[in-house]
């Protein structure tokens, strides 16, 4: 089928599950965990495939992570599928109702959004994330992911789309789009008043593929430029513990740390601790003179860091580290430099939390905890398209709520405007 046609298909599926009962979308979705389980074998056989192609391409250790599945992931995705499942139905909810002067009764409540698109690269799991997320918010998916995956794509595609027609669902509910080719995108990315919305998970050039031909509104799931701030009034053993999660728990995510802010009056004592524990997991520092000055016998094993780093994502083992004189030098660092996602401060002081809180301009802000939080499980809302840094429509985790609409229904007894 042609992406005109896979997407005409899964417009007559949105239609449908619009009015499907919950019952019947909570069904598929157990469904599509018990296929998860029951077929693991199967799905990691074909994963396993992808991460050997991986690995002779020369990806890195990073993105190799980001596409293995094994038996613990597959077991977390299901659960994760069921936890979907549980959540409550955002479609129906009652947002606000009220009598109008003309006596007219207004409702306005939560609806789906119809069809929505997700392009993704190397993370398999994202199939079934999204799949779940759709179907729970009333809403058919067509998926696109990268070439990488493409095995562990269509495995659990496959799974998917069997789970979702034995419930009695519409199978063009889930569609997954295989070429991998530029056109492909386009195609996709200018299916106006048919797809309802684009959701890309990648990297910059995909953000950039899309910007210069997308006629469809997007979600950007965007890059994660992400900071710690260790303030003058910072408890230094939980700053090295978070510093130190959030760089290496998973690098290759987008909310893991990027970048090391230090306080003037705390980096003598700070320093020389955090670098060699960061050294010791193997990340690459970058860093001012500042830090290297302060780093002792450690100075030889820093890189200097330039204007480049600042606004740099790694997702790999690296971490830029940098002094500041002071919380608004952070605040403006961060705010010129990051990318609105997940911020960080480490502090004992109420003050300079609420500052940095009220001023630091990003969708999720920490006190005293690892950026790597930020994902719509730990959240509660059971998984997640991705994480947006925009501010219209959707900011953060972008979960069930965030896959619907509303529309005001009124009814009346006769009125008439005059």
């Known amino acids: 089928m042609s992406v005109s046609d896979v997407c005409a298909a899964a417009k007559l599926a949105a239609r449908e599950l619009a009015a499907t009962p919950r019952e019947a979308r909570d069904a598929a979705l157990r469904g599509i965990a018990d296929a998860l389980d029951a077929r693991s074998s199967e799905i990691l056989e074909a994963n396993a495939r992808d991460v050997r192609a991986g690995e002779e391409a020369g990806l890195g250790d990073a993105l190799i992570d980001r596409l293995t599945l094994n038996e613990d992931r597959l077991a977390a995705i299901a659960r994760d599928v069921r936890r979907i499942a549980e959540l409550d139905d955002p479609i129906g909810e009652v947002i606000e109702r009220r009598t109008l002067d003309s006596g007219l009764e207004m409702t306005r409540v939560r609806v789906p959004l119809g069809v929505v698109a997700i392009v993704y690269e190397a993370r398999p799991n994202v199939t079934i994330d999204a799949a779940a997320l759709t179907l729970k918010s009333g809403n058919a998916v067509v998926l696109r992911g990268s070439s990488s995956a493409a095995h562990s794509n269509a495995a659990l595609a496959a ?55 997308a006629t469809v509104p997007i979600i950007y799931a965007a890059s994660g430029n992400c900071h710690v701030y260790v303030d003058a009034d910072a408890d230094l053993e939980m700053a090295r513990e978070i510093a130190v999660n959030a760089k290496v728990n998973r690098p290759g995510t987008c909310n893991s740390a990027e970048k090391l802010l230090v ?48 606004p740099t994502e790694y997702l790999a083992m690296v971490m830029a580290v940098k002094v500041v004189d002071s919380l608004d030098e952070a605040i403006d660092h961060v705010n010129t430099h990051g990318s609105g996602h997940s911020e960080a401060i480490v502090t004992r002081s109420d003050e300079a939390a609420h500052a940095f809180t009220a001023r630091v301009d990003s969708a999720c802000v920490y006190v005293n905890a690892s950026t790597r939080f930020t994902d719509g499980a730990e959240f509660g809302l059971g998984a997640e398209m991705g994480n947006s840094t925009q501010k219209l429509h959707a900011r953060g985790p972008v979960a069930l709520r965030e896959l619907t609409t509303y529309k005001y229904v009124l009814h009346g007894s006769g009125q008439v405007r005059s």
């Open 263 to 310: 306080h003037a009056d705390v980096a003598p004592a700070f320093l020389p601790d955090v670098l060699g524990a960061l050294l010791d997991e193997g990340v690459e520092l970058r860093a001012d003179a500042r830090t290297r000055a302060l780093a002792g016998p450690l100075a030889d094993r820093l890189r200097d860091a330039g204007e480049e780093d600042w």
């Open 159 to 213: 799974v998917a789309q069997e789970a979702v027609a034995a419930a009695g669902l519409p199978r063009e509910a889930l569609s997954i789009l295989t070429s991998g080719d530029r056109d492909e995108l386009r195609e996709l990315a200018t299916q106006e008043g048919v797809v309802d919305l684009i959701i890309p998970r990648g990297g910059e050039g995909l953000k950039k593929a899309l910007k210069d031909v």
